[in-house]
């Protein structure tokens, strides 16, 4: 039994190891997204942080509502891609899958802007509060523009899945704390944002220094060929 036990494990180090950076990241990148909860709670009281929390609720929500599986897609053909040493073809599915994200984030600013008032009204109990939308809308772009969780997924770099698991809520915890304290709501919503890029980036170097954010040999508007 024992024996069995040993030799699963040196045929499954990699799996196993992966597991474990991953289960160990998410569990302390949770603790710390709670302890900058608490901290957020405490500081900016119940109505500023019950509206700060309905508004990234929202527009997150609508981002994922309006991601039409662009993320799954890109997981299972950069990883497919790779593994058939197709790196032009990843290239061209990210600046396909950017693009069209881009189009479908235009769509969200522009009735964001043009039903601001009611999104206010209905979510806020407000229509005054609707200047808050504009940073919502800045959060929105952040967040939705960003594509690299997927493709390190994809690229099954866990090594690096596990960084971005933690700096995120670090960062945002050094980041949300202060702006809570001394920027006020709006700026809060936008460091929000911002802690997601700074936490992307170290992926954004990855995949600069690995050549994935280079332009594809075929055009932009010719479409992937994929089978779902």
């Keep these: 039994m024992i024996r069995k036990i040993n030799t699963f494990i040196r045929l499954e180090h990699l799996l ?3 597991s474990f950076l991953i289960l160990t990241s998410t569990a302390l990148g949770g603790i710390l997204g709670a302890t900058t909860t608490v901290l ?3 500081i900016m009281g119940p109505q500023d942080f019950g509206i700060f929390k309905t508004l990234t609720a929202f527009f997150g929500g609508l981002i994922y509502f309006l991601d039409f599986g662009f993320q799954n897609v890109l997981i299972k053909y950069t990883s497919q ?7 032009d073809k ?3 599915l990210i600046q396909n899958l950017f693009c069209y ?8 600013v522009s009735l964001s802007l ?8 209905i979510f806020l109990n407000d229509k005054d509060l609707s200047y808050l939308v504009y940073p919502s809308i800045i959060f929105s772009i952040i967040t939705f523009l960003d594509l690299t969780r997927p493709i390190i997924i994809g690229l099954q770099n866990f090594r690096l899945l596990s960084a971005v698991n933690v700096t995120v809520p670090l960062v945002g915890l050094f980041i949300l704390i202060p702006a809570a304290l001394y920027l006020g709501l709006p700026l809060t919503i936008i460091a929000l944002g911002l802690t997601h890029l700074i936490g992307s980036l ?3 170097a990855f995949l600069i220094k690995r050549k994935y954010l280079l332009k594809s040999k075929d055009s932009l508007f010719k479409l992937p060929n994929l089978v779902f």
């Excluded at 891609?81 to 790196?87: H, I, L, R, S």
């Excluded at 043009?114 to 009204?121: C, G, H, Q, T």
């Design 16 to 18: 196993i190891q992966n």
């Design 202 to 204: 170290i992926s954004v």
């Design 101 to 108: 994200r881009a189009i479908i984030l235009i769509f969200i």
């Design 81 to 87: 891609f790779v593994a058939q040493k197709k790196d």
């Design 40 to 42: 957020l709670s405490r």
């Design 114 to 121: 043009l039903f601001k008032n009611d999104v206010a009204k």
């Design 90 to 92: 990843v290239r061209h």
